[in-house]
């Protein structure tokens, strides 16, 4: 089965919009269709920005807390990675380094930092592309 780090990004959007490609790639883990692999770190992360005033009129306090234990759930939680990788933007080195020590086949996300970096570690598909690569599967 492949195993697959999905960014927070990635698992935001899916929490806001179930229908979008993020919502199908959430739902392919679900459906155990890949190994989806997530830290402590994302966990954190997903639950805080989920929780950011922003979307206070999208989600409830809980579905939030159900839509994080879901994820909790169906993933394989690792430790967070102790060596960085290094890209461009320093908030996504522990994605790239979580990708590479969990030997993830890919890393999904909607960010063009990593969409566009080049020479790393991991393949760093986009939501549409990975629907597609499973679809096609």
């Known amino acids: 089965m ?3 780090v999905v960014d927070t990004n990635v698992l935001v959007s899916a929490a806001l919009n179930p229908a979008s490609a993020p919502g199908r790639v959430v739902r392919a883990a679900f459906m155990q269709q890949f190994e989806l692999v997530v830290s402590p770190r994302l966990i954190e992360e997903l639950s805080a920005v989920l929780r950011r005033p922003k979307f206070a009129g999208i989600l409830t306090a809980n579905q939030i ?5 879901a994820i909790e759930e169906v993933a394989l ?4 990675p102790e060596e960085l990788a290094r890209v461009r933007d320093p908030n996504d080195d522990y994605l790239v ?3 590479t020590a969990s030997l993830a086949d ?3 996300s909607g960010d063009s930092d990593l ?7 991991t393949r760093v598909l986009s939501p549409r592309v990975f629907v597609e690569e499973l679809r096609d599967r």
């Open 2 to 4: 492949r195993r697959v």
């Open 65 to 69: 807390v159900a839509f994080v234990e």
């Open 77 to 80: 939680m690792m430790d967070d």
């Open 97 to 99: 380094a979580l990708s």
């Open 106 to 108: 890919a890393l999904v």
């Open 115 to 121: 969409l566009d970096a080049e020479g790393l570690p």
